[in-house]
């Protein structure tokens, strides 16, 4: 198979022996893959849901956008390496806890941790770790709240818990970050301090901006 072909060309220093293991899993990864995504999906689908009761009870909806990515079989593959760890899906299963991810967008600053709250609330998640970059923003200046929950998905004959990693942030916050991303990849993570302190005062602008657009619309909401 081309994918099979393409995950071992882009795993290096491995052995024959290693290459032959690598096939034998294969299916095994695209199967967690399978099961990733459905843990992802079935946390889509709660978020929706949130997204709109409140559109309902409160005419407003506190959730910008979703989007949720599954690492591929060759990037696990690639990660477990890294760290040196054992190649297979039991292994990845164990130490990767980034396998599924989603990235909801607020509006306000408020919404994030109300969202959070409501996640964290469900009797069927457990919480595994939160990670909060908002209060404590990260050297580079960036902001996010970082949870990690343990779902349950029930397939055909069983029941496994997942962990999906949930990135809660303001439009504002997606924004910097995007765009930080973007001009680390240009620039293949060499970045001079002049340029990383301009990318932290533009973080503090927007933070600054997201606290005085929350003031704005309370103070909006409280005349109703």
């Known amino acids: 198979m081309d994918e099979e072909k393409f995950m071992l060309?882009?795993?290096?220093?491995?052995?024959?022996a290693q290459q032959e293991q690598l096939v034998?899993?294969?299916?095994?990864?695209?199967?967690?893959?399978?099961?990733?995504?459905?843990?992802?999906?079935?946390?889509?689908?709660?978020?929706?849901?949130?997204?709109?009761e409140f559109s309902v009870k409160f005419q407003r909806n506190p959730i910008h956008s979703i989007e949720s990515r599954i690492k591929s079989p060759q990037s696990i593959v690639g990660k477990l390496q890294k760290?040196?760890?054992?190649?297979?899906?039991?292994?990845a299963q164990k130490n990767l806890m980034d396998i599924?991810?989603?990235?909801?967008?607020?509006?306000?600053?408020?919404?994030?941790?109300?969202?959070?709250?409501?996640?964290?609330?469900?009797?069927?998640y457990k919480i595994v770790k939160v990670k909060d970059y908002i209060k404590k923003p990260k050297p580079s200046g960036y902001r996010?709240?970082?949870v990690i929950l343990m779902v349950p998905v029930y397939l055909a004959t069983q029941?496994?818990?997942?962990?999906v990693e949930i990135q809660i942030r303001t439009i504002a916050m997606?924004?910097?970050?995007?765009?930080?991303h973007q001009l680390h990849y240009k620039t293949k993570s060499i970045v001079s301090e002049a340029l990383k302190k301009e990318l932290q005062?533009?973080?503090?602008?927007?933070?600054?901006?997201?606290?005085?657009?929350?003031?704005?619309?309370?103070q909006i909401n409280d005349l109703d």
């Open 159 to 163: 029941k496994k818990e997942v962990p």
């Open 100 to 124: 599924a991810g989603i990235r909801v967008v607020c509006y306000y600053i408020d919404d994030i941790y109300a969202i959070s709250e409501l996640l964290t609330m469900q009797r069927e």
């Open 201 to 218: 005062d533009c973080a503090e602008i927007i933070a600054e901006t997201d606290l005085r657009m929350q003031d704005i619309y309370d």
């Open 24 to 52: 034998n899993i294969f299916h095994e990864f695209i199967e967690l893959e399978h099961l990733y995504t459905s843990a992802a999906e079935l946390v889509k689908t709660q978020l929706n849901i949130y997204d709109s």
């Open 144 to 146: 996010s709240l970082h």
């Open 83 to 91: 760290k040196g760890l054992e190649l297979s899906a039991k292994s």
């Open 174 to 180: 997606d924004f910097w970050a995007s765009l930080e």
């Open 9 to 16: 060309d882009t795993v290096t220093r491995i052995t024959p």
